[in-house]
């Protein structure tokens, strides 16, 4: 018998910023901003979504959140409860789940296809609706929080329901209506879309999914590979599996150039992408990376890598970018055609800097 996947994304709403709530009553209904002080060169950890309503987002500078909401309430981040309540919820989410993979500190996929199984794809996701509710009622009686849930085929239109009804909700995507519940959504929605490859689509007229679905050409700045990656996901394909949690100690990004080249308009493009990839990458896992390499590898296959180590942990996609083109200028890299070019990352921490300044000289 066919095992049909059934993924379940369980991301906690505003977590940071509930956790105060729950406990501050005088905060409730109010804009909570959880960060370091606008008085102090800071940023935002997280923001209620009385203050997101105001454009307050993680990342942000702490003077800017409080220019753009000046009644917002900042609260320094206590990540040792926050760690301390997301224990809690991981261990019940783990009881409802054949398989589960924490991706950050509040947010998980399970895979509950062996609990789930029926006679056809969407029958088997229509019988999650009832392990997902037991979720989230298990969730608010334990720890009086919400969670949101997004039910699907993979792990990528899982997400994206959670991320539809948030907070508080429920979103099942059936596995034979995936494709037009993509089609209307706007190409921001997609993971693996960032600022960058979101202005290159919008510059060439793509505002909606749906035109990425029945894109033939070619986009000016994003690589064909890349266009073929985004291109799969419009389409709701994603082959990634729920994968048991192991420490995360690098992460990386690679292209090899169809034929070598010393093009350095196409190398500094692959760079921006693989900056960008990498950056949601952290935001994903709620990571900050201190450790940034290039890696290039010539037609004989001579490969080379170089790194260095931030003052502070970052998740800037701009701020991995120029490190590693001062990295390619300073060992002179880009000498000869490179059949491959690659940015990796390592020593990875969950709390959050500030990066005052770039680690080196601008590069001449």
């Known amino acids: 018998m066919t095992t049909f996947p059934v993924i379940l994304h369980v991301d906690m709403d505003a977590f940071f910023a509930s956790v105060e709530q729950r406990d501050h009553p005088e905060l409730r209904g109010k804009p909570v901003v959880v960060g370091a002080s606008p008085e102090r060169r800071g940023v935002v950890c997280a923001a209620s979504y009385e203050a997101r309503r105001f454009g307050i987002h993680s990342a942000m500078p ?21 760690r301390r309540e997301s224990n809690r919820i991981m261990d019940l989410l783990s009881s409802f789940a054949d398989q589960m993979e924490q991706v950050s500190v509040d947010e998980a996929y399970l895979d509950v296809s062996l609990k789930c199984q029926s006679e056809d794809h969407d029958t088997s996701l229509r019988h999650a609706l009832a392990q997902a509710r037991a979720i989230k009622q ?97 389409m709701g394909v994603d082959h990634r599996r729920v994968e048991q949690n192991e420490v995360i100690k690098s992460m990386s990004s690679e292209n090899t150039f169809d034929e070598d080249t010393q ?21 994903q896992r709620k990571l900050h990376a201190q450790g940034i390499q290039v890696k290039v590898r010539y037609s004989d296959f001579k490969t080379l890598s170089r790194q260095t180590t931030l003052t502070d942990p970052t998740q800037e996609k701009e701020l991995i970018y120029k490190t590693v083109c001062w990295l390619l200028a300073r060992e002179g890299l880009i000498s000869r055609p490179l059949r491959l070019i690659g940015t990796g990352l390592h020593a990875f921490s969950e709390q959050p800097h500030l990066q005052l300044a770039l680690p080196f000289p601008p590069a001449p």
Not at 73 to 82: E, G, N
Not at 193 to 212: K, N, Y
């Open 62 to 82: 702490s003077k800017a959140a409080l220019k753009r909401c000046p009644q917002a309430l900042f609260v320094p981040p206590d990540m040792q409860r926050y």
């Open 138 to 234: 298990g969730v608010l009686e334990e720890c009086q929080l919400t969670i949101s849930v997004g039910i699907a085929g993979n792990k990528l239109m899982a997400k994206i329901a959670s991320d539809y009804d948030k907070p508080d909700g429920l979103i099942l995507i059936p596995e034979t209506d995936k494709v037009a519940f993509l089609a209307a959504l706007p190409i921001r929605r997609l993971p693996g879309i960032g600022q960058v490859t979101e202005q290159a689509l919008r510059q060439a007229g793509i505002q909606r999914i749906a035109q990425l679905q029945r894109l033939a050409t070619q986009i000016k700045g994003v690589s064909s590979n890349h266009l073929k990656q985004i291109q799969e996901l419009a």
């Open 263 to 283: 093009d350095r308009q196409r190398i500094s493009q692959c760079l921006r992408e693989q900056a960008e990839e990498l950056a949601g990458k952290l935001r």
